[in-house]
């Protein structure tokens, strides 16, 4: 069995043990474990991820809760260069990779939360798991509640920070920031001329959200009110909030003599390809969101459109997404995530006409903090026999830095099948 390398231990005498199997941005997490009389121990491994036996030597014989990260699962990939058939290949910093006939298969990259790990956990006394994301792709749920374990996740902490990112891609994509820094970098630059480096105007133009949920909806509206621009979105549902905000908006535009903004919504995602200057993608992911975006429907989008993706990186088919940027060099895209991270497709990185970030939308000080904090307060809630949060997107109360938070869990998404009951607070 694995040992992991290094562990940092607070509060060693501590009267329930908690790992975390990554150190966590920020203090405040470890105060609110510590001061609860929780033992917390690190993982401080250099690993991006840790493999199973890794985990289950961080669990050891008595463990009442853990922390641990969702990563996103690695899909083969071909590879170009020719290789021994079944030759093996250490990746720097990530697990054993083997190489069959030309093809990655990777073996882990992302924590893997399932019957082995949580029946392990059952055992060593344990009953709470919590990943530092909203995300709980790699838990497996059942298995967690066949064992008795409540397994938490983080929402409500990322909108705004995600809805930022997205709307940067969106600028950065729209005015050629990043290919005029690298010019500018390279000592390319000569003097003013009129047609360096022209981007697309923002103001007046089309945004098109495809899913307007809480970050789509929150992404339309710095959009809207930081460039004036119209709305087009597709939802299965109506986001009646938001065209509340556009109406509310667009009538003070005209009371102080402006043009008036605008808002639809369409029938069909294609209307909002064919019609928006400017498109960010927020759906789930699930089978009917899977190439969402293909060679079809960027085939309908406009020639000049600039397509953002802060979502889930299969939504796109990055093969085709290649090569239609190839052939539409004035076609921008500002892509977040990746559809076979953490690799790109062969040829995306060498597109200019591109603006890519590793998976950072969630990136803030603050949200990285929150996102610690609610995790901990998740695993510290279920050892404490804390009732559950009413709302999980309304955590304001537990993020207030001077005040202690309340006594409940902020977010169990199999509560109701362990039986947990709801806080009246």
């Given at each position: 069995?694995?040992?992991?390398?290094?562990?940092?231990?607070?509060?060693?005498?501590?009267?329930?043990?908690?790992?975390?199997?990554?150190?966590?941005?920020?203090?405040?997490?470890?105060?609110?474990?510590?001061?609860?009389?929780?033992?917390?121990?690190?993982?401080?491994?250099?690993?991006?991820?840790?493999?199973?036996?890794?985990?289950?030597?961080?669990?050891?014989?008595?463990?009442?809760?853990?922390?641990?990260?969702?990563?996103?699962?690695?899909?083969?990939?071909?590879?170009?260069?020719?290789?021994?058939?079944?030759?093996?290949?250490?990746?720097?910093?990530?697990?054993?990779?083997?190489?069959?006939?030309?093809?990655?298969?990777?073996?882990?990259?992302?924590?893997?939360?399932?019957?082995?790990?949580?029946?392990?956990?059952?055992?060593?006394?344990?009953?709470?798991?919590?990943?530092?994301?909203?995300?709980?792709?790699?838990?497996?749920?059942?298995?967690?509640?066949?064992?008795?374990?409540?397994?938490?996740?983080?929402?409500?902490?990322?909108?705004?920070?995600?809805?930022?990112?997205?709307?940067?891609?969106?600028?950065?994509?729209?005015?050629?920031?990043?290919?005029?820094?690298?010019?500018?970098?390279?000592?390319?630059?000569?003097?003013?001329?009129?047609?360096?480096?022209?981007?697309?105007?923002?103001?007046?133009?089309?945004?098109?959200?495809?899913?307007?949920?809480?970050?789509?909806?929150?992404?339309?509206?710095?959009?809207?009110?930081?460039?004036?621009?119209?709305?087009?979105?597709?939802?299965?549902?109506?986001?009646?909030?938001?065209?509340?905000?556009?109406?509310?908006?667009?009538?003070?535009?005209?009371?102080?003599?402006?043009?008036?903004?605008t808002w639809k919504r369409a029938a069909t995602m294609h209307d909002v390809l064919r019609e928006a200057d400017v498109i960010s993608l927020h759906p789930i992911l699930d089978k009917t969101t899977h190439?969402?975006?293909?060679?079809?429907?960027?085939?309908?989008?406009?020639?000049?459109?600039?397509?953002?993706?802060?979502?889930?990186?299969?939504?796109?088919?990055?093969?085709?997404?290649?090569?239609?940027?190839?052939?539409?060099?004035?076609?921008?895209?500002?892509?977040?995530?990746?559809?076979?991270?953490?690799?790109?497709?062969?040829?995306?990185?060498?597109?200019?006409?591109?603006?890519?970030?590793?998976?950072?939308?969630?990136?803030?000080?603050?949200?990285?903090?929150?996102?610690?904090?609610?995790?901990?307060?998740?695993?510290?809630?279920?050892?404490?026999?804390?009732?559950?949060?009413?709302?999980?997107?309304?955590?304001?109360?537990?993020?207030?830095?001077?005040?202690?938070?309340?006594?409940?869990?902020?977010?169990?998404?199999?509560?109701k099948q362990l039986g947990l009951t709801t806080s009246k607070l």
């Open positions: 069995m694995a040992k992991p390398i290094s562990i940092q231990i607070w509060n060693p005498r501590g009267k329930y043990r908690v790992v975390s199997t990554k150190p966590m941005p920020g203090s405040r997490w470890i105060r609110l474990l510590t001061d609860h009389d929780c033992r917390l121990e690190i993982c401080t491994e250099k690993k991006t991820i840790l493999s199973v036996d890794d985990i289950l030597a961080l669990i050891g014989d008595k463990c009442d809760g853990v922390i641990g990260q969702e990563s996103k699962t690695g899909l083969p990939f071909l590879f170009a260069n020719s290789f021994h058939h079944h030759s093996t290949h250490q990746l720097p910093g990530d697990p054993l990779s083997i190489m069959d006939g030309g093809r990655w298969r990777l073996t882990v990259l992302t924590e893997d939360w399932g019957e082995t790990l949580f029946s392990a956990l059952s055992r060593a006394g344990g009953s709470a798991f919590s990943n530092m994301a909203v995300g709980f792709n790699n838990v497996d749920v059942k298995a967690a509640t066949k064992y008795g374990v409540a397994v938490g996740n983080t929402p409500g902490v990322l909108t705004e920070t995600t809805a930022e990112l997205a709307a940067a891609l969106s600028l950065a994509a729209a005015r050629r920031v990043v290919e005029a820094d690298m010019f500018m970098r390279a000592g390319l630059y000569d003097g003013w001329l009129p047609h360096l480096f022209v981007g697309n105007l923002l103001k007046g133009q089309t945004v098109g959200v495809i899913g307007a949920g809480r970050i789509g909806s929150a992404y339309a509206r710095m959009m809207i009110e930081g460039f004036k621009m119209n709305l087009i979105y597709y939802d299965l549902y109506q986001a009646t909030r938001l065209e509340k905000f556009v109406t509310d908006y667009g009538q003070f535009l005209q009371s102080i003599g402006e043009q008036l903004v190439h969402l975006i293909n060679k079809d429907s960027l085939s309908i989008m406009k020639k000049e459109a600039i397509l953002v993706n802060a979502s889930r990186g299969p939504v796109i088919d990055e093969a085709a997404l290649v090569e239609h940027l190839k052939a539409n060099p004035m076609f921008r895209v500002g892509l977040d995530v990746f559809e076979e991270e953490p690799f790109m497709k062969p040829g995306l990185a060498e597109q200019k006409n591109t603006v890519i970030v590793p998976h950072i939308a969630s990136a803030s000080k603050w949200t990285r903090e929150g996102m610690a904090t609610l995790a901990a307060l998740n695993v510290l809630g279920k050892i404490k026999g804390y009732p559950l949060w009413s709302d999980p997107n309304r955590v304001a109360p537990f993020l207030d830095e001077n005040s202690q938070p309340p006594t409940a869990c902020p977010s169990i998404v199999n509560g």
